[in-house]
């Protein structure tokens, strides 16, 4: 598990459309929106599966250590299968896809209680709405794209959000972009990815390369690359003002 870090884009962030609130075990916090308050519903369910996950760890500790896909047991709980399936193609190790499984997980039983539901944790998110949403992409104070870049995201659909960064936050990567951005329909594959294409960044001419890549990934929606002053973007996904 990693450090906590804390979570000043929430200050900026609230649909006034929703009810929030967080929910924190540990190193998990995480904010939702809903309709309702489900606030201890939430805690019971991110207090399952971080006992699931804490215990299959235990019992199989590379689960945790590894840096490339590896296979899970039968009797694995449902997170860490997740978590396998997500990264297989992705080809990093099951932890990059953590915050994005227990966002599914989570949504998979929230989902009967609230007809909209946003799940932000650690900056991934898992969002199905009934109305056009706006996702601010942060990439740094230093950026020349300060502020300046929202992921439009349509109604009626399941969406996952994942933003990885060689520069901002507390998730491992090995490249050096200011942010790479992914958007598929499971917030589990969507955080896999972006630390995948994440560490193939560490140049200019890198971001062109890594979204012709993902032009061949079908669980990729859309990809958004930023390095340094430059700006890339590829898929079925549109930029706005935020």
Not at 20 to 39: Q, R, T
Not at 51 to 74: G, M, N, T
Not at 90 to 114: I, Q
Not at 143 to 172: D, N, Q, R, W
Request: net charge negative; proline share 4%.
């Amino acid at each position: 598990m990693v450090e906590y870090v804390e979570r000043f884009y929430r200050k900026t962030v609230k649909p006034s459309d929703l009810i929030s609130f967080d929910v924190k075990i540990k190193e998990s916090d995480l904010m939702i929106y809903a309709h309702s308050d489900l606030s201890q519903f939430s805690y019971s369910l991110l207090d399952k599966e971080r006992r699931s996950l804490e215990a299959y760890i235990r019992y199989k500790p590379q689960f945790q250590e590894s840096l490339v896909p590896i296979d899970v047991d039968d009797f694995a709980p449902p997170i860490c299968k997740i978590m396998a399936e997500s990264v297989k193609k992705a080809g990093v190790g099951p932890m990059a896809a953590v915050a994005g499984a227990v966002n599914d997980r989570l949504a998979n039983e929230l989902l009967s209680k609230t007809t909209e539901l946003i799940i932000e944790n650690g900056g991934d998110l898992f969002i199905r709405s009934l109305r056009e949403r706006v996702i601010a992409i942060y990439v740094g104070e230093n950026s020349p794209f300060k502020s300046h870049i929202g992921l439009l995201i349509s109604p009626g659909k399941t969406y996952g959000v994942a933003t990885s960064s060689g520069k901002i936050g507390h998730s491992l990567s090995f490249g050096e972009a200011d942010a790479v951005t992914i958007v598929a329909h499971s917030s589990s594959v969507a955080d896999a990815w972006a630390t995948s294409i994440g560490n193939l960044i560490h140049s200019k001419k890198d971001v062109e390369k890594a979204l012709k890549y993902c032009e061949n990934i079908q669980e990729i929606i859309g990809v958004v690359v930023v390095f340094q002053d430059v700006l890339g973007v590829r898929g079925d996904i549109q930029l706005v003002n935020p």
